[in-house]
């Protein structure tokens, strides 16, 4: 299983040749994102629909809205399970993560419980995770 973090996601519906072929050829069909990523970028189409000053704004925020849930409901979005909440209260109680963000700290538990590859650009601060398998297809 392979899970796409906000970034890459991002990458493949912007187009991204690399990421979009690699997506195509990764031969699992359990290729998807988690419930946080989906969540991500929602928020981030609401609140260009809550900041947007001019009606054309306005129209072009719904738009991308629209067409990021429509491409979300397209991919497998794995959301959290026990096992998730578990590794997530794990990973909490570890002292060294203390200057992760917390979405970063919900992807890698989901990603963890399912023993998924997590396929992203933030290398940095996800591979201070133990036991976290890494990818990256942008670069």
């Not at 290729?31 to 054309?56: N, Q």
Request: hydrophobic share 45%.
């Amino acid at each position: 299983m392979y899970l796409l973090d906000t970034d890459t996601l991002t990458h493949l519906y912007a187009g991204n040749i690399k990421v979009a072929e690699r997506f195509r050829t990764v031969g699992d069909p359990d290729t998807g994102t988690t419930i946080v990523t989906k969540a991500e970028m929602l928020r981030g189409r609401i609140d260009y629909i809550l900041k947007a000053t001019t009606g054309t704004e306005l129209l072009r925020a719904q738009n991308l809205f629209s067409e990021t849930e429509a491409l979300l409901s397209q991919i497998l979005v794995v959301p959290f399970n026990q096992a998730a909440a578990e590794q997530f209260e794990q990973l909490v109680a570890l002292r060294n993560l203390r200057k992760i963000g917390r979405a970063d700290l919900l992807i890698a538990s989901i990603t963890l419980a399912n023993q998924a590859i997590l396929v992203t650009r933030n290398i940095r601060h996800f591979r201070q995770f133990p036991g976290l398998r890494i990818e990256n297809w942008v670069d």
